[in-house]
Each structure stands twice: as C-alpha cells, then as structure tokens.
C-alpha cells in the first residue's frame, strides 16, 4: 500500500477517499485493526451529508449487508480540474488496480 | 364571434392550459412529507436489486441506469428541510409503512434528530422485522447523542440477532453520547440538487470541502494548478 501511495505521490498526484458515513465507523475500524488516525496516509473524507456522493453520482447505489452505501467508484482529477477518468464499479469490489490508476496518471502527462 | 365570448374561450382555455401545465410544475408546489414519500415509492423499485456476491459482504447494486437512487436524494433532502414538521409523518411510516419506507423513515428520522422521541426509534430498532430498519433506527438513536443514556445498548448488542445490526450498535457506544453534528442536517439543506449527478468525464469536475477523519478540512480545487487528484468513493465499514 505504501509503494503505491508513493508511486501516486511521485507522479503529483494525491490520493483522496470519500466515506459516507460518520467519523465513528472509520474509528471503529482503524481501532479494530489497531490502527489510529495518525496512521492514515492520505485523507479520508467523510461525506455523512452525502452530498458529494450525490453530485459524484454514487449515493445509494450499493446494498452492503444490510445498509444501504456508495456504489464504489474511482475518479482522477487533473491539474486543471478536469475530470480524465470515471469508473463506477458494477460490482463491490469492481474498481481499477493500482496499475491502472497509475497508467492512467501517465496519460495526463 | 362576440368579443365577450371570445374572452371567455380565450379565458378558459388558458385555465385548462393552467391546469395541465400544474402536473409538470409539480415539482415547485410545496409537498407534504407525505407526498415526498409517496413520490420515492413511485420512483424507488426495491426490485431492482442485482450483481449480489456469493460470499460476504454480500453487496448489491442498483442498475447503473436506475435513477431512484435521485429521488430518494432529493426526497431526504426536502424531508430534512421540513425539518420537525417531518417528524410526525415519518414515525406513522416508520410503525407502519413497507420495509423500503420504513428504511427510508428511519434514515432521515437519523438526519432530524434532536427531534425526534426515542421511544419509536428503539420499538423499531428491537421489534422491526426488517434488519436494515433495526441498523438505521439504531443509528439514529445514537445520533440522538446523550438524549439516549438510557438505552442499554450492551443488552440490545447481546439480543441483537443480526451482525450488521450489532455492529452499528457497537458505532453508537462508539459515540459515547455525541449526537449528530447539526452540520450534516445543514450542509444537506445547502446542497443545491441540480448539481446531482453532474460528475462528468472531461468536465470540470465539481467543487466540495469536507472533513477528514482526523479533523482536516480538504477542499477539491485547492489542488488545482498543484496536483492531479485520484479521487476514489468507498462504501466505508459497514
């Protein structure tokens, strides 16, 4: 994970995640994995609004359990603003490899 | 024709184009609560439902081209707007309605919730047959924030008999009494709706500021002319 934060870094760009929920599941989470915020390497943004999700086109897409979630998705931003590349997943766990999303940043360039 | 008489057809012509136009303007007159959730079960197919996994976490997705997730946005929006007077009808659908209202009932009941009386909200997070109706009025228990120190949530956890349900209990403790932000009910009232959906491949894609999990405020086009940014939507833990 590391290496790809790094590779991601290196090409200038910045990872970012969007979390529709509260802070008190991710805390949960990194606190059950034994983890703590300090150990999050790129931002993890939560949208409990989910307004961003909305406008992001993905709100309420996905069933996981029983709740109702995003539907995951991938986007890649350039440095002018502009939106290069949007994949949303048809699947759970349908989103591109780290591999991709850096042949993707190479693109821009 | 008569000038009097033709007045009259020209009169009653436009009030019948009136009439007819009202339907396609409904959008603009104001909506009960009752009408905004009969307008999500029109548009909200619980059907529709496909790609589940075999193994856990189960996920389903909607169609990628469904639009019921919009009007389930737009109506959560307009309910949070009406804010109290919201309540009341919600809780009727919360005792009474189908299992999808009741969802919907019990998520923005969440949204409304320094106003909401606990006691429907814990009949339904013990009794609702529904398991995503026990997790979401559960969650709104504990956005109730320390109006809820009376609810035993280690014995609710132990009589709990969905995982998914325990969890969300355990992110309610979790909280220890803090309610909702009034933030989220805010930032969701501001929102303007037209912007839904409106992420789009070689566009500009669309401004937002939001709060990290350790406290930071990110705003998108902070990065502009610095970095490009790989922006990626989780369902988060669930």
Do not use: C
């Not at chain 1, 529709?20 to 949208?47: C, I, Q, R």
């Not at chain 2, 979401?136 to 969905?162: F, H, I």
């Amino acid at each position: 994970m590391r290496e790809s934060l790094e590779s991601i870094a290196q090409l200038d760009a910045q990872l970012l995640a969007i979390d529709p929920h509260e802070v008190w599941s991710a805390k949960m989470l990194l606190k059950n994995t034994g983890f703590s915020t300090d150990d999050l390497h790129y931002p993890l943004l939560m949208d409990p609004s989910l307004t961003v999700s909305a406008t992001y086109g993905v709100a309420f897409q996905m069933q996981i359990h029983v709740e109702l979630s995003n539907r995951p998705a991938t986007f890649i931003i350039d440095k002018q603003g502009v939106i290069r590349y949007a994949r949303r997943a048809l699947t759970y766990n349908d989103r591109p490899t780290v591999r991709q999303v850096i042949a993707e940043l190479n693109k821009l360039n | 024709m008569s000038s009097s008489l033709l007045r009259s057809v020209v009169g009653s012509t436009i009030f019948v184009l009136l009439l007819m136009a009202a339907p396609l303007r409904g959008e603009d007159a104001p909506q009960s609560a009752n009408d905004l959730l009969a307008r999500f079960s029109q548009d909200w197919n619980e059907n529709l439902w496909e790609h589940k996994s075999r193994k856990r976490p189960h996920g389903y997705m909607r169609p990628l081209d469904d639009r019921g997730w919009q009007t389930r946005m737009r109506v959560l929006r307009e309910l949070v707007l009406r804010g109290q007077d919201a309540v009341g009808p919600l809780l009727e659908v919360l005792k009474g309605g189908a299992a999808h209202e009741r969802v919907l009932a019990a998520q923005t009941l969440g949204l409304l919730a320094p106003d909401v009386p606990p006691e429907p909200l814990l009949s339904a997070a013990q009794t609702d047959k529904n398991s995503a109706v026990r997790l979401y009025a559960v969650d709104a228990l504990g956005m109730r924030g320390s109006a809820t120190t009376a609810v035993e949530w280690d014995l609710m956890r132990k009589q709990a008999r969905n995982r998914d349900v325990r969890k969300h209990i355990g992110y309610a403790l979790e909280r220890k009494d803090v309610p909702v932000a009034s933030e989220v009910a805010a930032v969701l009232r501001d929102w303007n709706p037209e912007t839904i959906d409106t992420a789009v491949l070689g566009q500009t894609a669309p401004d937002f500021a939001l709060t990290s999990v350790n406290g930071e405020m990110v705003r998108l086009s902070e990065y502009r002319g610095q970095k490009a940014v790989v922006l990626v939507f989780v369902y988060g833990d669930t």
